[in-house]
């Protein structure tokens, strides 16, 4: 009973800290020096840029934010399944960690299915394909922000189409498709011919 209310407890703590850690991931994020040269544009008296800049940070700081929570989960099953799993194997095989042979067998089933469970809901939530894609998304909205930066923002306007083909690519590679073809009702609604 001792052993198993310390696993339990190790369990919690790591869960615990998993959730603080991944919970303040805004402090962990890089492409603070995007932010920085940008604010400038942002305060400036030019509207159109300011918006712009705004648009370009905005989207870049949401898709590095999702990129970093997909990258947790992603990274956070598979080391928590590769962990269950082995201490599954080595509860059954050390006698002396849990002495009953029944709650043994109970423990190391436990964590063979949690681990099961975690390695097929990552693969077929497709966790690592949204982590890659959101992060080569960040990538290239900084990339477009730094364009922007070093055009000095001239026709400003046009990064709105720069930006939304990046999003739109980050949306086909999440779905893991490269179509582009849009449903009949929603060309219709966008006024699109």
């Given amino acids: 009973m001792k052993t198993q209310i310390t696993l339990l407890l190790g369990a919690i703590l790591l869960i615990g800290a998993a959730v603080f850690y991944f919970g303040e991931n805004e402090s962990h994020l890089r492409g603070e020096t995007l932010l920085a040269t940008m604010e400038p544009v942002i305060s400036g008296k030019d509207a159109e840029k300011a918006m712009v800049a705004k648009a370009i940070i905005g989207n870049y700081t949401e898709t590095r934010q999702i990129a970093a929570m997909w990258s947790g989960l992603y990274w956070g099953f598979a080391w928590a399944a590769a ?70 923002g001239e026709n400003p306007r046009q990064y709105f189409d720069k930006l939304s083909e990046l999003l739109m690519q980050r949306h086909m590679a999440i779905l893991g498709t490269s179509d582009k073809r849009v449903a009949p009702n929603a060309q219709a609604a966008s006024g699109a011919k």
Avoid: C, P
Avoid at 86 to 112: C, H, N, R
Avoid at 122 to 129: E, I, M, P
């Fill in 83 to 152: 962990i269950l799993g082995a201490l599954s194997g080595l509860i059954l095989k050390l006698e002396s960690i849990i002495q009953d042979e029944k709650v043994k067998k109970d423990v190391a089933a436990l964590f063979t299915v949690a681990a099961a469970i975690m390695i097929t809901v990552s693969t077929g939530g497709d966790f690592q394909r949204k982590w890659q894609a959101n992060r080569a998304a960040a990538a290239g909205i900084e990339h477009l922000g730094y364009e922007f930066l070093s055009k000095q």
